[in-house]
């Protein structure tokens, strides 16, 4: 069911990635989060080794490639944790029509409009969120790293996802597709989807994590039944390897794609998918972000 509050759907359908004068941290109240999360834009280059076609980010206008500045970012962080009460209510007026149970903080989610663990600083930032949230313990926020799978072996990497998880923290890594014709029209990515399940694989091994999955329509054809087969498979895969699968996340597109090509499937469809990977996979699954 849809929110009643008309403020709430609102703030729960809308995330822009600017807040104030601002370069990298801005507050969204998250339907996936359950509260207001605190989003990390590591990408103002919008840099990505993906290229989908439903991406809502705008490359029509490139950027040059910039350093990040970890200092910075924790400026504008505690800031923004300086806007929540002593029960973690955020009270920033932009929200000040939102109940207070849906404003209070959940996470700090390390995303961007790129694939934030390219960036050479991610291990740096990691260390330097962890440290925030150790020093604020009354304040029971989690830390979110949302990525695309893609470097996931990487060293660099491994450090960064380290310093996230080592009080209280998730990965949300992304899975699209089953079979690699279907993650090259959806994905478009130099990295192999056999290399995105080696390293959900490895990944889950050491960690429990949540796998984000969005399907939409792409010429007119939603994915079929072959490829949704496919998908099922690589998760039953994953999950017998040993690796702990805390969701499986569906949802379809929310915001304008980047292709027009690229259409939202309807909520049968995932509803449908969910029912199969709880069935035939053994993970649990929800559905996000559909408004019936």
Not at 59 to 65: A, G, I, L, M, S
Not at 129 to 142: H, S
Not at 156 to 162: C, H, M
Not at 212 to 218: E, K, R, V
């Amino acid at each position: 069911m849809p929110p009643r509050n008309p403020d709430l759907r609102r703030e729960q359908s809308h995330h822009p990635r600017e807040f104030a004068d601002f370069v990298y941290a801005y507050p969204v109240v998250s339907r996936r989060s359950g509260g207001v999360s605190i989003g990390v834009n590591l990408n103002l280059d919008k840099f990505c080794n993906f290229d989908c076609p439903y991406c809502q980010v705008d490359r029509t206008v490139p950027k040059d490639k910039q350093a990040i500045s970890v200092s910075a970012i924790r400026a504008e962080l505690e800031k923004l944790l300086a806007t929540f009460d002593a029960d973690g209510v955020c009270r920033l007026d932009r929200f000040a029509a939102i109940p207070d149970a849906d404003k209070r903080l959940k996470d700090i989610a390390v995303s961007g409009d790129g694939e934030p663990t390219m960036v050479p600083e991610f291990a740096e930032v990691g260390a330097m969120l962890a440290g925030l949230q150790a020093a604020r313990p009354k304040l029971d926020f989690q830390l979110v790293l949302i990525t695309n799978s893609t470097l996931l072996d990487r060293a660099n990497v491994l450090a960064g996802i380290g310093h996230l998880l080592s009080h209280k923290g998730e990965v949300w890594a992304k899975l699209d597709a089953g079979t690699e014709e279907w993650y090259q029209k959806i994905n478009i990515s130099r990295v192999s989807l056999d290399k995105v399940e080696a390293n959900l694989i490895r990944l889950g091994q050491s960690h429990p994590f949540k796998i984000q999955s969005l399907f939409c329509g792409l010429d007119g054809a939603d994915p079929s039944r072959a490829e949704l087969d496919a998908y099922l498979e690589r998760l039953r895969r994953v999950k017998t390897s040993g690796a702990e699968i805390l969701e499986v996340q569906l949802h379809t597109l929310a915001r304008k794609p980047a292709q027009a090509s690229c259409t939202p499937v309807t909520g049968g469809f995932l509803q449908d998918l969910r029912d199969r990977i709880v069935d035939a996979v053994g993970a649990p699954a929800k559905v996000y972000g559909m408004e019936t």
